[in-house]
């Protein structure tokens, strides 16, 4: 959770750092370490987002990294601070894309976070 707005809004300028793989932002929606030493990262955006090559790269290669079970969700929701939203329950979102043994996949039904962790955390 965003605890400081209006340092949350300053523009961070990556212009004058570029060499030959050009630095990207990026942060980390989510994440959960479960047992048997499994991981799950989440990118959680608004169903108009979009997750970017920089972002997708990224997750895919700490995913692809971890020594143990990995997977990366790829998380929407339709709540709008414009419509007067002010809380996204993120157990609740949908699963849009999943990245699993090195490959993106779209589940076979509508799945929520919440199902996924508790899947995924199951495995042995």
């Known amino acids: 959770m965003i605890r400081n707005w209006s340092e949350h809004s300053l523009y961070m300028d990556f212009s004058e750092m570029a060499t030959d793989s050009h630095p990207q932002?990026?942060?980390?929606?989510?994440?959960?370490?479960?047992?048997?030493?499994?991981?799950?990262l989440g990118e959680i955006k608004n169903e108009r987002g979009e997750l970017k090559d920089g972002q997708r790269r990224l997750l895919e290669r700490l995913a692809d990294g971890w020594r143990g079970d990995s997977m990366v969700l790829y998380?929407?929701?339709?709540?709008?601070?414009?419509?007067g939203d002010k809380k996204v329950n993120v157990?609740?979102?949908?699963?849009?894309?999943?990245?699993?043994?090195?490959?993106?996949?779209?589940p076979l039904m509508p799945t929520r976070v919440f199902e996924?962790?508790?899947?995924?955390?199951?495995?042995k």
């Open 116 to 123: 996924v962790i508790d899947q995924f955390s199951k495995k």
């Open 25 to 40: 932002p990026s942060d980390i929606d989510m994440f959960y370490l479960g047992a048997n030493n499994t991981l799950i």
């Open 75 to 83: 998380i929407t929701h339709d709540k709008y601070v414009q419509k």
């Open 91 to 106: 157990a609740q979102c949908f699963v849009e894309k999943y990245y699993w043994k090195k490959k993106w996949r779209t």
